[in-house]
Every structure is written in structure tokens, then in C-alpha cells.
């Protein structure tokens, strides 16, 4: 079983749709979590951390469940330009900044 | 200010043969992470450096490959006789420190082609 389990999607969505996305996570010890985006052959940038108390940056809205173990990202009022490869991170126990990545899911933005 | 810079950007070489990929972190960061991403592929850890400590080396895939981090800043990665199932793109990101919360800036990446 993978550490960090995504459904790869893609998920095709029309301009003005709402989107979530889940993830979840096996180790229980793990302490911080991320969502990073990569564009198409391009590098990973860091979207948003998640926090357990949820949080919010502009329509992006993250959640975490620490006793399911599960993480999610939902966008509100998608554009064309969130097209892109979503990641799934987690910061696996043991105190350093090692982060374990999920495989992605790809959301497809049409017009 | 800059960002992760890697190099070279795209690399194609034959079986068998050497290759040596570079990564210059950002300036002041103490932590520097190689990683490995397969076509459509998540990123896949390979090698941790922080500070003078020793590295973490448990995601290296085989003894082939090794890495240095020289002076706390440039590191590179070597593969020694290389298979064609190496080919992917190797990614190197750095980040300020080490308690697990500090965000990780990626470089370009390397797309690595061994024919």
C-alpha cells in the first residue's frame, strides 16, 4: 500500500465548477501536510499547507481528518488556468522535513 | 532572489554510461533533497542533505547512484553505469530548515534520457 493514496483522476470540470479532491495518508505519526501543484513539465510549487483546524486561500479550501487519516482540496469557481496536476503531500514522522508525495490527481479546466 | 537552479536541463546519454547532475539551492538554505519522477509518476525521494550532518541515503534505488553536498550548498547527483530505466526526470528542492513545516522550492529538474 502506498503511503500516500490519490485518485489520479482526471477530473474534467466546465469553468465555474466546484471541485474536491481527497487524499489519504498510512502513517499515523505524520505531522504536516501540503497540497503542492505542478504545471505540465514543470516543477512542484506549494499550493497550500493543511491545518487542522482547516483553512482557506481565496477559493481553495483545505481540510484535514487526523482520526480518518484523510486530507482534501476543494476548489470553489474553477478556471481554466487551475488545469494542472495536484499533489498530495505529507511530512513523514520522525521530525525532519522529509516529504512523501502522492502520485497527483490532474484536473482538466474546460471552457 | 534566485531560485533552485539545476543543470543541466535536459540530458541525453547511452547505457552504460556516466552522468553527473547539478543543483544550486537557494542561498542560506541548510536543507537540499533529491528526488525522482518517473512519467506520470509522483515524485519519488532519494536523498537528504542538512547542514554538516551525515545524509539520509535511503531512497537511492541502487549503489549506482550517489550523491555530494559540497561546502552546505551545491550538490550533485552521479549515476554510474546507467540503465534505461533511469530515465526520468530528477528534481532537486532545498528549504530553510528541517522541522517539517518549512515549505520545499524545487528547481527546474533534469530530464535525464538513457537510450
Not at chain 1, 489520479?8 to 503542492?36: H, K, L
Not at chain 1, 488556468?81 to 479546466?109: E, P, W
Not at chain 2, 536523498?47 to 541515503?57: E, H, L, R, T
Request: glycine residues 10%.
Amino acid at each position: 500500500r502506498k503511503e500516500v493514496e490519490q485518485d489520479p483522476g482526471p477530473f474534467n470540470v466546465p469553468e465555474g465548477a466546484t471541485v474536491a479532491f481527497n487524499c489519504t495518508y498510512s502513517n499515523s505519526a505524520s505531522q504536516s501536510f501540503f497540497w503542492y501543484r505542478q504545471d505540465c513539465r514543470k516543477e512542484p510549487k506549494l499550493l497550500m499547507s493543511v491545518y487542522s483546524s482547516g483553512n482557506e486561500d481565496g477559493r481553495f479550501t483545505a481540510q484535514l481528518n487526523r482520526a480518518s487519516q484523510y486530507i482534501s482540496l476543494l476548489i470553489r469557481d474553477s478556471k481554466l488556468s487551475d488545469s494542472a496536476t495536484y499533489l498530495c503531500v505529507v511530512n513523514r514522522a520522525g521530525g525532519y522535513n522529509k516529504l512523501i508525495f502522492g502520485a497527483g490527481t490532474r484536473l482538466a479546466v474546460h471552457p | 532572489g534566485a531560485g533552485v537552479s539545476q543543470s543541466p536541463s535536459n540530458k541525453v546519454t547511452e547505457k552504460g554510461k556516466d552522468v553527473e547532475l547539478r543543483c544550486d539551492p537557494i542561498s542560506g538554505h541548510t536543507a537540499l533533497y533529491w528526488y525522482r519522477q518517473s512519467l506520470g509518476q509522483g515524485l519519488e525521494f532519494l536523498i537528504y542533505f542538512q547542514g554538516n550532518s551525515a545524509p539520509d541515503k535511503s531512497g537511492l534505488p541502487s549503489d549506482r547512484f550517489s550523491a555530494e553536498r559540497t561546502g552546505g550548498s551545491v550538490s550533485t547527483l552521479t549515476i554510474q553505469r546507467t540503465q534505461q530505466e533511469d530515465s526520468a526526470v530528477y528534481l532537486c528542492a532545498s528549504s530553510l530548515g528541517n522541522t517539517g513545516s518549512e515549505t520545499q522550492y524545487f528547481g527546474p529538474g533534469t530530464r535525464l534520457l538513457v537510450l
